[in-house]
C-alpha cells in the first residue's frame, strides 16, 4: 500500500487537478526529475529542477501533492 501510495502522490491534487496544465507538463520540463522511493521503515521523495525553474510554484505543486492528493478513481484504475 505504501509503494502504491507513492506512485499516487503526484498524480493529482486539489489544486492542481490532472486537468491543470502545469501539473501536465511538471515532469517533462528537461532537466527536472521527480523520484520517489519506498522502503520497509520510509518513503523517500526528491526533486532536481534545472536554475531557471519557477521554484516557487514547483514548491506549491509538491506541498499540494503532500497536503491534498486525489485520489480518485480513473487515477486510481491507471495506476493500477
Do not use: C, W
Not at 50 to 57: G, L, Q
Amino acid at each position: 500500500m505504501s509503494h502504491f501510495g507513492e506512485h499516487m502522490m503526484f498524480q493529482s491534487s486539489e489544486k492542481y487537478n490532472y486537468l491543470y496544465p502545469f501539473t501536465n507538463n511538471f515532469y517533462s520540463i528537461k532537466g527536472n526529475d521527480l523520484k520517489g522511493k519506498t522502503s520497509d521503515s520510509y518513503q523517500l521523495y526528491y526533486i532536481d529542477m534545472p536554475f531557471n525553474f519557477n521554484y516557487e510554484k514547483a514548491m506549491d505543486v509538491l506541498s499540494e501533492a503532500f497536503r491534498h492528493p486525489l485520489y480518485s478513481p480513473e487515477l486510481i484504475k491507471n495506476e493500477i
